[in-house]
């Protein structure tokens, strides 16, 4: 289900932009939620990101949807991922976030869980809509 890419040009001829991209946030954790979170502040398309291909989200988010419910939006409110917009996760949940996955076992848990262990030298990470 989750899918990483050697280069732009690799992802584009496996699925060309529909993918649901998790990111690392790479901002400084002095950084405020609002700059985050800012349409403007979001880099799309990263080598060391993983990928979720458009066939599979649905299944994605039936299955991982009650892992990532603590996201910040856009507007800054939280909630359940959204599948069109930026869900940002800060460092403080990627320990929960885990355990909740390692208990669970969802369809290819063990790549997410080892992407988050990597997480953990940012300032979180994003989950960013088709």
Same mark, same amino acid.
């Given at each position: ?8 040009i690799?992802r584009?001829?496996?699925g060309g932009s #529909?993918?649901?991209?998790i ?11 609002e700059i ?14 993983l990928y @979720?291909y458009?066939d599979d989200?649905n299944?994605?988010l ?5 892992v990532?419910d ?10 359940m991922v ?9 460092? #403080?949940?990627i320990d929960s @976030?885990?355990?909740k ?7 290819d848990?063990e ?10 030298k ?6 960013l809509?088709?």
């Amino acid at each position: 289900m989750f899918y990483s890419f050697s280069s732009q040009i690799e992802r584009r001829k496996f699925g060309g932009s #529909d993918f649901l991209e998790i990111q690392f946030c790479k901002m400084l954790s002095q950084t405020t939620i609002e700059i985050i979170t800012a349409v403007d502040s979001i880099t799309h398309w990263l080598n060391d990101s993983l990928y @979720i291909y458009g066939d599979d989200i649905n299944t994605f988010l039936q299955e991982y949807g009650c892992v990532f419910d603590y996201g910040i939006y856009n507007n800054l409110e939280t909630g359940m991922v959204d599948p069109f917009g930026i869900n940002y996760y800060g460092p #403080d949940l990627i320990d929960s @976030i885990r355990t909740k996955l390692l208990e669970m076992r969802p369809t290819d848990y063990e790549k997410l869980a080892e992407w988050l262990n990597r997480a953990k030298k940012y300032n979180g990470f994003y989950i960013l809509g088709e």
